[in-house]
């Protein structure tokens, strides 16, 4: 099929959205400009940003926040709703759907959570700030994959897979610390209103409503329900994510043979001339696209049609709304507090030494296998990698931190972890992709 002049102008965007580490790409551009604009003569501009009002409703149905609010407690929960359609995914076909396929990454993510909140909560222990704790916990996937990819094309598949489970893993710790430990007192009625808006949801899976506009509204009215029930909205996108339909209305098969069957029917009725199809053609149409719709799952689609707008709109935003770090010049001696180097330390080294302890161990005791073609240098340059908690990281900092001083402490350790982990992790890839490019030669 040919394609049109637009389609022809647009095809190298597409391309270029549709590449593994363009969102983060994206997501770096995003973290640069917002430094260089909180350190630019727009500066006020830019703290005044985003602490513009925002008003939604009416009358005693109405929320004011700030922008920045609406951004953290907002969009960022439509990012945990697409986190939560991975988990599930993951969960029930994909890299965490067995115990064999998960016990390597999950156990992984566990030693890269709990050695780097032991190693913050030792340096911070007995001051204000030891509730940091889960800052160096998180992993940024984006950052993360996008290093991966850019690392070497010689790297083996399963190791990209071992990552990717490793940080959805990593996801499901994150968004259980949140719960748990960096929630406020809680308002028990408005809670309890959005777990009845939750259970209509569960229902209405159970009963085979499919409809994206049904779990859309009931979807909202949780997450309204858990925003003012002081229990942190974006847990409510997690939960949400969980009660979206994940089988297909009609099997594969049926779907293959209703599909010739009407491929059929439109070629016996195509015109003998002019550029109109017939009606019976139409008809036959609507009938691939009622089929087709029958052939989907909600939870891919709905998963589908929101990633680039949460790796290209909300991602972005919120580094750009988080990241505006103010540098002085004292500033590499402002870094030098136990805040930023807890962080700094639990992130570069808590989570190398973690997952490298964790997976030496199951690899030891037999309970588990390094992934097909992959050494442990392969999992010492994802450990390295893993050490990218950039966008979790920041916004658990916000959740840990009501003191603004600590919150910037934090963002330089996050900062500077991202930048060392990101070179170390790289370089160790890109020998070990250029040693084996170096031997697939020698041998071919």
Same mark, same amino acid.
């Given at each position: ?377 392969? $999992?010492?340059?994802?450990?390295? &990698? /893993? %050490? !990218?908690?950039? +966008?979790?990281? #920041?916004?658990?900092? @916000? ?14 350790? $996050?900062?500077?972890?991202?930048? &060392? /982990? %990101? !070179?170390?992790? +790289?370089?160790? #890839?890109?020998?070990? @992709? ?11």
């Amino acid at each position: 099929m040919e394609k049109t002049t637009i389609e022809k102008i647009m095809a190298p965007v597409s391309r270029f959205i549709h590449l593994e580490y363009t969102s983060g790409i994206v997501l770096l551009i995003s973290v640069v400009i917002a430094i260089a604009w909180a350190n630019s003569p727009f500066h006020d501009f830019y703290e005044h940003l985003w602490h513009i009002n925002f008003k939604v409703g009416f009358d005693k149905f109405l929320l004011s926040q700030p922008l920045h609010i609406w951004i953290n407690d907002g969009l960022m929960a439509i990012f945990f709703f697409v986190i939560g359609l991975e988990l599930k995914r993951e969960f029930m076909e994909g890299e965490l759907s067995s115990l064999q396929k998960a016990s390597l990454p999950m156990t992984a993510a566990l030693g890269g959570m709990l050695v780097p909140a032991a190693i913050y909560f030792f340096i911070n222990k007995g001051t204000d700030a030891a509730h940091g704790w889960g800052i160096p916990m998180a992993t940024d996937i984006a950052f993360a994959l996008a290093l991966l990819s850019m690392a070497s094309k010689h790297i083996p598949v399963s190791v990209k897979i071992f990552l990717s489970a490793l940080a959805v893993a990593d996801d499901l710790g994150a968004v259980l610390v949140i719960a748990f430990f960096y929630t406020d007192q809680i308002n028990f009625m408005p809670l309890a209103v959005g777990a009845g808006f939750l259970i209509l949801l569960m229902v209405g899976n159970k009963m085979g409503i499919r409809s994206t506009i049904f779990y859309l509204l009931l979807g909202i009215c949780v997450w309204i329900g858990f925003l003012l029930s002081g229990v942190h909205a974006t847990i409510a996108g997690v939960l949400v994510a969980f009660t979206i339909p994940a089988v297909t209305r009609i099997d594969e098969q049926i779907y293959s043979n209703n599909l010739r069957k009407l491929s059929y029917d439109f070629e016996a009725d195509i015109p003998e001339r002019g550029s109109l199809i017939t009606p019976l053609q139409n008809k036959t149409i609507q009938k691939v696209k009622t089929l087709s719709m029958a052939a989907e799952t909600p939870l891919q689609t709905i998963e589908h049609a929101l990633h680039p707008w949460v790796a290209f709109g909300i991602m972005p935003l919120f580094a750009l709304a988080n990241a505006g770090i103010v540098i002085t010049s004292d500033f590499f001696s402002s870094i030098i507090n136990p805040v930023s180097i807890g962080v700094a330390s639990g992130l570069v080294i808590g989570k190398f030494s973690g997952i490298l302890l964790f997976c030496w161990i199951m690899v030891k005791f037999r309970l588990s296998s390094l992934p097909e073609g992959a050494n442990w240098k392969h $999992i010492a340059g994802v450990a390295l &990698l /893993a %050490g !990218i908690g950039f +966008t979790m990281s #920041l916004f658990i900092s @916000g959740l840990a931190f009501k003191n603004p001083a600590f919150i910037d402490q934090a963002k330089y350790g $996050i900062l500077i972890a991202s930048i &060392l /982990a %990101g !070179i170390l992790g +790289t370089i160790v #890839l890109k020998r070990i @992709g250029a040693k084996t490019s170096i031997d697939g030669e020698v041998n071919a």
